[in-house]
């Protein structure tokens, strides 16, 4: 079946533009992550969604950074006064619910402030 | 909070040669353990999971990881390592009856030499 996909695959932006970026789990996982992944170094987590209850928003790193789910579907990461520092490819995942699951991820987006 | 090292930034092996890339972790309680590979320009795709149970465990393509408590380890290996198993190695932990994030490694960048 299809797996977790995103939009856009490279986006180029300015610095103080806002970005957002958009993020399709597979069918049928309710949980849903989104990661950042710097020039060489592991992944950070942003932001996680489970079901209906409240985002895990432990993650963002500033209130430049957002992330909305439409039910148990899209999400979208906004990124709002990009800095240079945003440059980075951002994740996302999708698993089904309970803790046993692992974790499928999407290609990314590569971010690129100038 | 969890944390996971991987004390290997390059591997360099011989194809053919058995393989193996390190990762130490430390969490409260029980862990779930992950090893992700992440191919040039592609997203990460799951290798391997510990949940319990019998501590070395089977994953895709050949590979193995095993779990040891007693030195907070779970290195991945593989008897006879292929030129295409070069990428990025992640481990990454969370822990027992967590279904949030994964805390993921710096990452290993494997070579394998034909």
């Known amino acids: 079946g299809a797996g977790v996909s995103q939009s856009p695959s490279n986006k180029v932006t300015e610095k103080g533009k806002d970005v957002e970026l958009r993020c399709d789990p597979i069918?049928?996982?309710?949980?849903l992550y989104w990661y950042r992944q710097r020039l060489g170094q592991g992944l950070e987590f942003l932001i996680y969604f489970q079901g209906n209850s409240a985002p895990d928003k432990s993650g963002l790193p500033s209130d430049r950074f957002s992330a909305e789910r439409t039910g148990e579907s899209v999400s979208t990461l906004t990124i709002q006064r990009t800095q240079q520092e945003d440059s980075a490819v951002y994740l996302c995942?999708?698993?089904?619910?309970?803790?046993?699951?692992?974790?499928?991820f999407g290609p990314g987006t590569r971010l690129t402030v100038t | 909070a969890q944390s996971v090292a991987q004390p290997e930034d390059q591997v360099n092996v011989a194809e053919g040669n058995p393989l193996t890339v390190k990762c130490t972790y430390s969490v409260s309680g029980n862990p779930y353990l992950f090893w992700y590979v992440q191919y040039p320009n592609r997203g990460l795709q799951f290798l391997l999971k510990?949940?319990?149970?019998?501590?070395l465990v089977k994953g895709s393509y050949g590979f193995e990881a095993e779990f040891n408590k007693s030195q907070t380890s779970f290195h991945l290996k593989k008897p006879s390592a292929l030129v295409s198993d070069s990428a990025l190695y992640f481990c990454a932990v969370r822990p027992t009856g967590s279904a949030r994030q994964l805390t993921f490694g710096s990452g290993t960048q494997l070579t394998v030499l034909p």
């Open positions: 069918s049928g996982h309710t949980a």
């Open positions: 995942a999708s698993s089904t619910a309970g803790d046993l699951y692992e974790q499928y």
């Open positions: 510990y949940i319990t149970g019998d501590n």
